[in-house]
Nanobody
Framework: AVYLLESGGEMVQPGGSLRLSCVAS????????MGWFRQAPGKEREGVAR????????REIGSVAGRFTISRDNAKNTLYLQMNRLKPGDTGTYYC?????????????????WGQGTQVTVSS
């Protein structure tokens, strides 16, 4: 199995920035798409951003558009989430995941490979 490991989460003040990383355990890992999810306390997990590996196309949910950027460094086998102008509402555990080739469209429900998450806390 391919393992995903998130890192980079910490406590940051509102308006600050963080860059989360997600490293795949196998350099040959080439999914259809990958994405970032988050789960705030007492809330369901929600998708945040996606990137299609074939052409690099990305999509972000409206609440983070213009502030968060998802990207991929193929040479380092790493997925990133650059988060700027963070708000308290961004607080939560952030996970990366993937839709494998043949696993369907890059929709939130089709993500099957999950990391363990990294905690992001936005607070004064």
């Amino acid at each position: 199995a391919v393992y995903l490991l998130e890192s980079g989460g910490e406590m940051v003040q509102p308006g600050g920035s963080l860059r989360l990383s997600c490293v795949a355990s196998e350099s040959t890992f080439s999914p259809y798409c990958m994405g970032w999810f988050r789960q705030a306390p007492g809330k369901e997990r929600e998708g945040v951003a996606r990137i299609w590996f074939e052409d690099g196309r990305t999509r972000e949910i409206g609440s983070v558009a213009g502030r968060f950027t998802i990207s991929r460094d193929n040479a380092k086998n790493t997925l990133y989430l650059q988060m700027n102008r963070l708000k308290p509402g961004d607080t939560g555990t952030y996970y990366c995941a993937a839709v494998l080739r043949g696993g369907g469209f890059c929709d939130w429900v089709n993500f099957k490979n999950w990391g363990q998450g990294t905690q992001v806390t936005v607070s004064s």
